[in-house]
C-alpha cells in the first residue's frame, strides 16, 4: 500500500495580486502536511516574479521544517518563467516539458 501524500491544486493566476490572499493559505498547507506536501501547478494560467517568489519561500520554509515539497504538473506558464529565469535548479522538481511549442 502506498503512502497517502496531501495534494493540493492551484488554479488561475499565480502573481502579484493573488499573492497575499494565497500566501497565508499555502503556509497553512505546509503546517498541515506531514512530511511531504505536493502542490500541482497544472491549473496556473499567469505567474509572476511574485508568485515565483511565493513558491521559493515555501520550498525554503518546508526545508527549515524537514518537510518535502513537491512541485509538480507544471503549467506551460510555470514552465516558461523557470524557463526564462533558469530556475528549475532551485525548485529541483522534475519538469514535464510539453510536445507543443509555443505560437
Known amino acids: 500500500m502506498s503512502e ?3 495534494e ?3 488554479t488561475g493566476d499565480l502573481t502579484i495580486y493573488q ?3 494565497l500566501k497565508p493559505r499555502l503556509e497553512n498547507w505546509l503546517q498541515q502536511a ?3 506536501l505536493e502542490i500541482d501547478l497544472a491549473g496556473i494560467e499567469n505567474i509572476d516574479s511574485a508568485g515565483l ?3 521559493a519561500l515555501l ?3 518546508s526545508l527549515a521544517q524537514g518537510k518535502t515539497l513537491c512541485l509538480r504538473n ?3 506558464a510555470v514552465q516558461h518563467l523557470y524557463e526564462k529565469l533558469n530556475v528549475a535548479a532551485f525548485f529541483g522538481d522534475p519538469l514535464v516539458l510539453s510536445a507543443q511549442g509555443e505560437k
Open 19 to 21: 499573492v497575499a490572499e
Open 74 to 76: 507544471h503549467s506551460p
Open 59 to 61: 520550498k525554503q520554509e
Open 34 to 36: 506531514d512530511p511531504r
Open 53 to 55: 517568489q511565493l513558491l
Open 4 to 6: 497517502l501524500v496531501p
Open 8 to 10: 493540493y491544486p492551484l
